[in-house]
Each structure stands twice: as C-alpha cells, then as structure tokens.
C-alpha cells in the first residue's frame, strides 16, 4: 500500500502529460527544433540546413560555417532524433521525448523530496506540486530542451545531497548530470555548479574536494565547447547587450513578477509565519534560528536567485520557458510549506493543494486536452497538402518552420535571411500579425514585386493568431480562438 500514492502519480502525471500530445500542430520553435533533429539522422550532427530548406530565425546567426547548430545544446536534438529514427516523424514523436522526460522529472522529484525533507508524505505533496502545474505541463509538452534541462537539474540536485551524504560514484552522477544540463542549455548547468560549491563551502567545508574535482571535470568537458560556441554570429550579434544594468533589473522584476503569478503563490510565505507563532504559543520559544539555518533552504534560494540574475544579465528578450528548470525548486518549496501547515490539522496540506489547485488554470488544461484545436498552422498545411504540388515555392511571412517539417516543397520564410528578391512564388502567405523588422521587410519586398492580378486569394477558416500555441502560461490558448481575422492565402493561378 505504500507504493498505491506513488503509482497514483505516475499514472496521473503520465495522463496530464501524454494525452493529445499531437493535439495541436508544432508551432514555430518546435518545428525548429523538430528540423534540427532530422538533420542527425542526415549528416551525423545538427544542421540548420538539410540542403533544401533553411531553418532559421535570427537569420543565419545560429550557424556556423557548415550550417552547424551553434545557438543550443546538441542533447536534446539526439535524443529527439532517437525517436525519430525508431518511430518516425511526426507531431507525437516530436513531442513524445520531451514527455517523457517530464514524467520521470516528476518521479524524480519525488524521490529527491524524500532524501531532503525525510518524509514520504511531504515528498509526495511536492511531486503533486510539480505535476499538477500548469506551466510545467506545458513546457514538458513541448518540442524544445524545457524537459530535459529540467530533468537534469532534479537529477543534479539529487546527485548533489549523495554526494555530501558520502554517497558511492556520487561524484560521477554530479558530473553526468550537470554535463547533461550543459549540453541541453550551457547557462544552468554554470549555475548550479556555482551554486553548490557555495553551498558546500558555507555548509559542507571538509568536501571541498570532492566539489574542486567535479569542477575541473566540467571545465576539460565544457571549456572545448565553450570555445567552439564563442564564434557563432548570433552571440557577435548580442554580446554588447549583456551588460546593461538598466535591462538587468527590469528583466530580473519581470522574471519575479511571472513566476508569482504562475508558479509560486507568494502568500504561502504566510505559512511559516503562523507556524512559528503557534509553536511560539505552545513552547514559549522561537525557532526563528533552527528554521533560517536549515541548509535545504539556503541552496534552494541560491539556486533560485543566482539562476535569475543569471538569465536577466545574459537574455536580450524576456521568455517564461528560460525560467523551466526552477519549476521543481519551486515545487520542492511549495510542497514543504504546504506540509508546515499539518502542525495545525492533519488535513490541511492537503486542502492547502486543492486550493493551490483551484487557483491555477488545470480546469482550462484539462478541459483543452479533450477538445479539438484549430490554429494558423493546422489550417495553412491542410489546404497545401490537398492543393499544393511537390516543386510549388512558398512564400510566408511568418510560420515557415512547420511548414518545412509537414510538407516537401522550398519554403522561404521572413527570419532565414534568405533572399526574396525576384523569385516568383506559387504560393504566399502573409500572416497578419508582422513580429520582426526581418518578417516585415521579406513582406515588402515581396508586395512590392508581385503582380497579384497572377494569384487568387483564398481565406481558411481558421484564425490567424500570431501562433499555433505557445508554451508560455499567459501565452498558451486553452481552446480555439474565436473571433479573429481568418488566415489569407494567395495561390498563383495556372
């Protein structure tokens, strides 16, 4: 019987994130990273160009001389590629790696939970934590690195507490791990060794060796990398960016900001508060000191922190996913304070979760898993299956990396860098929303050179929303939108 709630988990979190999973069509960043993929299974390694298509968003910038994929880890392409070779291509196998990782992220936790709060019931109000979030359910779904850097930091963090429990090959689960988490995003993997060797400083001196070894380590595996990544055109193109201190603070408030409203509920903090009043009432006494020395809390606030400063001083754009691998640091948080809330009544951690619950979007998220969707994507590529021939050229303004996944044809997109310029298309499509000066540009030149007395316009109806569906919690669309302007396609007549 005590296995009955972690089966119940896993069955749970493997429902939450498997179901639908081809639901909706790849939007953009997916398709990139689903093309990257494919192009393993070509030449060996990831490429940003197949010989036919280019795929492409900062145009060209991600490349090297080769074509190389120069702007992400190279892991996840493997492991997506993997499946890819065993199963084929298509939207559930593109998703269906990244899945996976997500459900053994959870289960992970869990076990994690245990090792630092000794308590199977604490760990598994933490793993609930994580697996009935929102935000992380939609990052998990993704075709995108979220997973697996998320899934490495768990696995670090584990690898972590054996280590300074004088754990056996400890030493070599740290090294895997945080080599894991440099090659599915270089940035985490730099911080969470700075963060332990902190950590294991202040708290765990007398280990200082084991933590000097594990850091030379990373340094001869990574420093070659580094080194190799340090010519790429699109850190050229942002490095002068980095250190402007004006847009660190502002990027470090709006990382706060979000994950307050979607993934921590700052009046938890209320919780110990309370908890030490009422210890205060029925012991005469305040632990304010056994509580503010507990060192489970202190790495996890250094992860936290050093983490945001460190993507607020190293992104020119703010995005929600960069915050996915302190999804469960906030899920260990939550469901400890959750717990705190037993000294009171037994059945309260638990009704503190379903008001938790109640208060997150998971109706929304469960109710859209059980509907059909209909975005910009689904509609484009189901009209140019059944219409378009095999050597039509495409023009769209934005949205092209999806198309390049579904279909077979030369698609020219607004973020390649591809020159547009006298190249009579069979088929274009301008998309109503422009996101770039780069897509706004490919639609000018087009307009301006196309006599489109040539082309019938046809109108899909779907809607033409800036994307299919995206990963960000106040970004994603639960159901189909209604209400906006149908898609536009324009088709050369013959």
Not at 37 to 42: A, D, F, H, P, R
Not at 174 to 199: K, N
Not at 254 to 272: A, Q
Not at 322 to 329: C, I, N, Q, S
Request: net charge positive; hydrophobic share 45%.
């Amino acid at each position: 019987m005590r296995a009955l709630p972690v089966i119940i988990l896993l069955i749970g979190a493997s429902y939450l994130l498997l179901w639908d999973l081809d639901g909706s069509y790849l939007w953009q960043d997916e398709a990139e990273s689903a093309l990257v993929s494919e192009t393993i299974l070509k030449y060996g390694i990831p490429k940003g160009y197949d010989g036919f298509n280019y795929f492409s968003q900062q145009g060209g910038g991600e490349l090297g001389s080769n074509h190389e994929w120069k702007l992400h880890g190279w892991l996840h392409f493997y492991w997506q590629a993997l499946f890819f070779w065993l199963f084929g291509s298509s939207t559930f196998t593109a998703r269906l790696p990244f899945a996976l990782l997500g459900i053994a992220t959870v289960m992970m936790l869990y076990v994690l939970a245990r090792q630092i709060w000794q308590n199977p019931k604490t760990a598994l109000l933490c793993a609930l934590c994580l697996a009935l979030s929102v935000p992380f359910l939609l990052l998990a779904r993704q075709s995108r690195y979220y997973s697996m850097a998320m899934f490495f930091t768990v696995y670090a963090l584990l690898s972590y507490y054996r280590l300074i429990g004088h754990k056996k090959q400890a030493r070599w689960h740290m090294v895997l791990s945080l080599f894991g988490l440099f090659h599915s995003h270089y940035l985490y993997s730099l911080v969470l060794l700075l963060c332990f060797s902190g950590h294991l400083l202040v708290f765990h001196r007398s280990q200082w060796r084991k933590m000097a070894w594990i850091a030379g380590i990373m340094l001869l595996l990574t420093l070659p990398f580094l080194w190799w990544l340090s010519d790429t055109p699109y850190a050229r193109k942002y490095s002068s960016q980095l250190l402007d201190l004006t847009r660190i603070g502002a990027f470090a408030l709006t990382y706060l900001r979000k994950i307050g409203e979607y993934v921590f509920l700052p009046g938890l903090l209320v919780i110990p508060v309370v908890s030490v009043l009422w210890q205060y009432r029925s012991a005469r006494s305040f632990p304010f000191r056994e509580k503010l020395h507990n060192p489970h809390l202190w790495l996890m606030i250094a992860v936290i922190l050093v983490n945001l400063v460190a993507l607020a001083a190293s992104t020119v754009e703010f995005y929600f996913r960069y915050t996915a691998p302190l999804l469960p640091v906030f899920a260990l948080l939550t469901g400890r304070l959750l717990r705190e809330m037993a000294i009171f009544q037994k059945y309260l951690p638990w009704l503190g979760l379903a008001v938790w619950l109640f208060l997150s979007p998971m109706k929304k998220y469960i109710e859209s898993l059980h509907r059909d969707f209909r975005g910009p994507i689904g509609g484009i590529v189901s009209l140019l299956k059944e219409h378009a021939h095999k050597d039509d050229l495409i023009a769209i303004s934005y949205g092209d990396l999806p198309l390049k996944f579904y279909l077979d044809n030369k698609i020219y997109g607004g973020l390649t860098g591809e020159s547009v310029k006298n190249v009579a298309f069979d088929w274009i499509i301008f998309r109503k929303y422009t996101l770039t000066p780069y897509d706004l540009e490919v639609k000018q030149t087009i307009a301006e050179q196309t006599d489109w007395s040539q082309y019938q316009q046809l109108s899909i109806n779907f809607p033409d929303t800036p994307f299919e569906n995206r990963e960000s919690p106040y970004e994603h669309y639960y159901q189909t939108v209604k209400g906006e302007d149908p898609v536009k396609v324009f088709r050369r007549i013959k």
